[in-house]
Structure formats: structure tokens, C-alpha cells
Antibody, heavy 118, light 107 residues
Framework: EVQLVESGGGLIQPGGSLRLSCVAS????????MSWVRQAPGKGLEWVSS????????NYADSVKGRFTISRDNSKNTLYLQMNSLRVDDTALYYC???????????WGQGVLVTVSS | EIVLTQSPATLSLSPGEGATLSCRAS??????LAWYQQKPGQAPRLLIY???NRATGIPARFSGSGSETDFTLTISNLESEDFAVYYC?????????FGQGTKVEIK
């Protein structure tokens, strides 16, 4: 069974930093591209970032470019999202998702909550 | 950035009825469009990819159609577990974008 378990969220002041982790199990992690998708409270889904297997190719939403960095450690089956210069509008539930095929996400974690507030 | 506009925002229907959800793209996405279902307190679930291909384990009452800029998700014979929010997502270009969602609620 595919499992994605996020951690690392919490309450952080504006301007602060957090690193989210997503531990994968039940599939060959280094065979799949991975993404982060977020959902602000009561709002819709927003794609944040994706990372491709086998290369260092990464993509980011304009809203996080230059502040967030996606990375992965295939030896630990773990995806990361380093979030710097956090803003109030970064408050959201952050989902880790497996990309199957070129763009769709067939497996999702339960999400980790990040709250940016003073 | 490709903007996806979903309509209607809310659809009020009774179990057994059919639902037709629309997703319109601001420019052509060919057939690179996926649909997801999200229930309260749950992560999204992939329903459809490449406009019309059902994901593994998705019932046949869910079907997708369309190409270029106009797409439709059809749910026939709504069951109680189908009342949820539905999102479309394009995979034609970066950044990937989602529609704002359509809520299918019980009438």
C-alpha cells in the first residue's frame, strides 16, 4: 500500500523558516516524480512545486519561487520542502503527492498544517 | 499561466441524479487535464487523467470528456459518497494549475 506521511508543520512567525518532510513507503520512491500541493483554510488546491526523478529539474509556483526549495533523499525515501521568508498567505495544509504519468497525482498524503502568524 | 475556470461553483442534486461539471481553460491544454474528488477532511483523490481515462479503482459512473479548452466531468446516478468537491488540473504547461472547484451537494 502506498503511503505518504508528512511532518514538520506548525506555527511560525512571518519571515521564519520551516522544513517539511514526506516519508514514502509502499512503492519504489526513486521511480516517481513528486510534488507539493497546498490548500489554504476553506480554499481550493494550489500546486506549489514538483521535482523530477533522475535529474535535478524542479518547478515552482510563482508565489513561492525564490523562497521555497524542493529536494529529495532517495536513500531515505523522503521528499522535503524548505520554506523560507514565510508569509501569512503561506498558511495552508501542505500535501505531498506522487506524480504518476506526466502531471497527474495518484497518491496523496494526509497533509501537514503550516500556520504563519504573529 | 493557464487559468482553469470551473462551473458551476455549487451543484445541488439528489442521489440518483446525474451531474455535469465543467472546466474551461484560458488556453488550449490539449487533453492534459485531470479531475480530482475531495471530501471534507480528506486528501484529494484522482478520478480522471488525460481528459477521459479513469484512474485505478474509479467506478464507471465517473466519465470525463473534452479537449483543448473545454472539459466535462459527468457523474451518472449520484451515490451518497459522491457528494464532495471536484477539482480539475492541467498538465500542459508550468506552472501546473487547478480550477477553483465545484461543490456537489445534496439537495
Amino acid at each position: 500500500e502506498v503511503q505518504l506521511v508528512e511532518s514538520g508543520g506548525g506555527l511560525i512567525q512571518p519571515g521564519g523558516s520551516l522544513r517539511l518532510s514526506c516519508v514514502a513507503s509502499g512503492f519504489t520512491f526513486n521511480s516517481y516524480d513528486m510534488s507539493w500541493v497546498r490548500q489554504a483554510p476553506g480554499k481550493g488546491l494550489e500546486w506549489v512545486s514538483s521535482m523530477h526523478i533522475g535529474t535535478t529539474t524542479t518547478n515552482y509556483a510563482d508565489s513561492v519561487k525564490g523562497r521555497f526549495t524542493i529536494s529529495r533523499d532517495n536513500s531515505k525515501n523522503t521528499l522535503y520542502l524548505q520554506m523560507n521568508s514565510l508569509r501569512v498567505d503561506d498558511t495552508a495544509l501542505y500535501y505531498c503527492a506522487r506524480r504518476s504519468g506526466s502531471y497527474w497525482h495518484d497518491s496523496w498524503g494526509q497533509g501537514v498544517l503550516v500556520t504563519v502568524s504573529s | 499561466e493557464i487559468v482553469l475556470t470551473q462551473s458551476p461553483a455549487t451543484l445541488s442534486l439528489s442521489p440518483g441524479e446525474g451531474a455535469t461539471l465543467s472546466c474551461r481553460a484560458s488556453q488550449s491544454v490539449s487533453r492534459y487535464l485531470a479531475w480530482y474528488q475531495q471530501k471534507p477532511g480528506q486528501a484529494p483523490r484522482l478520478l480522471i487523467y488525460d481528459a477521459s481515462n479513469r484512474a485505478t479503482g474509479i467506478p464507471a459512473r465517473f466519465s470525463g470528456s473534452g479537449s483543448e479548452t473545454d472539459f466535462t466531468l459527468t457523474i451518472s446516478n449520484l451515490e451518497s459518497e459522491d457528494f464532495a468537491v471536484y477539482y480539475c488540473q492541467q498538465g500542459s504547461s508550468w506552472p501546473r494549475t487547478f480550477g477553483q472547484g465545484t461543490k456537489v451537494e445534496i439537495k
